[in-house]
Nanobody, 125 residues
Framework: QVQLVESGGGLVQAGGSLRLSCAAS????????MAWFRQAPGKEREFVSA????????YYADSVKGRFTISRDNAKNTMYLQMNMLKPEDTAIYYC??????????????????WGQGTQVTASS
């Protein structure tokens, strides 16, 4: 099993920045890919970004490309999401996810078998 704990959410004005962290523990050697998803009220959970745990290949949703940057620190078993130029439409609960088998190009939540509890991000206009 892998346990994931997110931190770093909060309230910022549109145009501001936040950095999310996701600390992994447990059988971290089994992690192939980690990702961020988000879910706004009344909407389905959507893919934001993913990173291959070994090698570091990254993928982004078109809506965040150029504004968000995903990274990881293997020594700390921690993944990050630097979010710049936040927009009101970025407001959502952000979830950290890990998969023991999905490629980094996977954008389906169904391919991720471990999830964090979520952290709220609010960008006010």
């Amino acid at each position: 099993q892998v346990q994931l704990v997110e931190s770093g959410g909060g309230l910022v004005q549109a145009g501001g920045s936040l950095r999310l962290s996701c600390a992994a523990s447990g059988r971290t050697s089994s992690i192939a890919t980690m990702a961020w998803f988000r879910q706004a009220p009344g909407k389905e959970r959507e893919f934001v970004s993913a990173i291959r745990w070994s090698g570091g290949a990254t993928y982004y949703a078109d809506s965040v490309k150029g504004r968000f940057t995903i990274s990881r620190d293997n020594a700390k078993n921690t993944m990050y999401l630097q979010m710049n130029m936040l927009k009101p439409e970025d407001t959502a609960i952000y979830y950290c996810a890990a998969s023991s088998y999905a490629p980094a190009s996977s954008r389906s939540a169904n391919n991720f078998n471990f999830w964090g509890q979520g952290t709220q991000v609010t960008a006010s206009s």
